[in-house]
């Protein structure tokens, strides 16, 4: 009775355990032979990643330091360059307070042409790198210097394999994507141009669970100045007086908030108020002075403004201006824009892409890779190029946290798979 109760259950395991083996078996026909020697690779290299990993982070590299940042850039430069990759540092004008770029490129002639794009600088400087079990922690490891040693080591990967030199790549290491210098076709040119010379691109800021990036919202500034008549408190309402700046930045505020507050992945926030009998504001700071008695004569208003694409900035926009104009009596207002980053906008291109990292994360058995809401990640130096081609962000380390703040940390034990599956995806996307 025993052994014939038993009989389905032992039937059931054979089942499960054959259905196991052939999903296995399946994930492996999948992985080519020289994909698995790429795989081999990596795991040899792991510690080197890591020791890598720990010497970057313990170079301060904020945006300001120019020689900080491009200590940085020397250290990727000497691993590329022994890879028999070309290596260029690409200065950025004296009167910018900006160190340059990093650019290195493959000098094979087959393939799609591929752009990996990363960024040297931090915000802050200071904490060293310290390991405590899988977590890694110091100043920029998230963000996102863990991300250029995964696509780093990707490269690699390849190059040990022998098949780096076959392909049409450029690498570049930004220094100022923190915080950009202007003019943009000055301090983003090169990015432009490589972007003109590639069919794709790919960016590694730090992956966000199980997804990457198709779009990013970009970012803008804008600023409202008003004023108004001024005098004793006891005129203001009267015809001959008006209202006051204050009144009316109050009613403009409150309009953006009421006409634009329900837009998907549309932001704006008034960042800096300052209004009195006099009022001035510059490089986010701002003083006023004024009575009680008086009538406000001037408000200044800084603030950001965010968006999917550049069709929904413009109507942003317009709609501000138009709620500008309608100013009560007494008063008068101006606002003023000043383009920051650009939209990645998620089109079809980069839907794509992430179609094709999805395969190589199933075939690796690391599971599916999904999209993530645009809404939830800010702007990125991949918008200024993804106007001219599909991109994919957000497939750096892993596990970031506190970002641009101290304490801030990754999780080193997400290096080797997101390697593997960065070097997978360049391979098939190159060949």
């Known amino acids: 009775m025993m052994r014939v109760e038993n009989e389905p259950s032992s039937n059931l395991m054979r089942i499960l355990l054959s259905v196991s083996f052939l999903c296995s078996f399946a994930a492996a026909q999948s992985i080519a032979p020289v994909e698995q020697k790429l795989l081999e690779n990596v795991d040899k290299n792991a510690a080197a990643a890591v020791r890598f990993l720990g010497e970057i982070v313990d170079i301060d590299s904020p945006t300001e330091d120019i020689q900080g940042v491009k200590r940085v850039g020397a250290a990727f430069a000497r691993e590329l360059e022994a890879m028999g990759m070309k290596v260029r540092w690409v200065d950025m004008p004296a009167g910018t307070g900006r160190a340059g770029h990093l650019i290195a490129e493959t000098a094979g002639t087959s393939g799609k042409r591929l752009l990996l794009l990363g960024h040297l600088d931090t915000v802050l400087k200071g904490e060293r790198f310290r390991r405590e ?116 930045a109050s009613r403009i505020l409150n309009e953006f908030r009421n006409q634009l507050g329900g837009e998907k992945y549309l932001t704006f926030n008034p960042s800096l108020v300052v209004g009195g009998t006099t009022a001035s504001a510059k490089n986010a700071e701002g003083s006023a002075s004024g009575k009680t008695n008086v009538v406000p004569a001037k408000v200044v208003v800084d603030g950001d403004l965010r968006f999917i694409s550049e069709e929904q900035k413009e109507r942003a926009r317009a709609k501000m201006r138009e709620i500008v104009s309608k100013g009560l009596p007494g008063t008068t207002a101006k606002i003023t824009f000043l383009d920051g980053i650009p939209a990645m906008t998620p089109v079809e291109g980069n839907y794509s892409l992430l179609r ?22 800010g702007a990125g130096d991949i918008a200024f190029i993804s106007h001219l081609i599909p991109g994919l962000d957000g497939i750096g380390i892993g596990g970031g946290s506190n970002s641009h703040a101290k304490g801030e940390s990754a999780r080193l034990d997400t290096l080797p798979m997101l390697t593997k599956r960065a070097a997978v995806l360049i391979y098939r996307l190159t060949r």
């Open 133 to 248: 079990g899988d977590r890694g922690f110091g100043t920029g490891i998230a963000d996102m210097k863990g991300g250029d040693v995964i696509a780093l080591f990707a490269l690699k990967a390849l190059h040990e394999a022998g098949m780096l030199k076959k392909t049409r790549i450029i690498f570049m290491l930004t220094g100022d994507e923190e915080d950009s210098c202007e003019p943009v076709s000055v301090c983003r040119g090169d990015m432009i141009e490589a972007a003109e010379r590639s069919d794709l691109a790919l960016s590694f800021e730090g992956s966000i669970r199980d997804t990457a990036t198709v779009g990013r919202r970009g970012a803008s500034s804008w600023t409202l100045e008003i004023e108004a008549k001024t005098g004793h408190s006891s005129g203001i309402f009267r015809e001959s007086m008006g209202y006051g700046a204050i009144f009316e």
């Open 356 to 377: 094709e990292l999805d395969k190589v994360s199933r075939d690796l058995g690391f599971g599916p890779v999904e999209a993530l809401d645009p809404g939830d990640r």
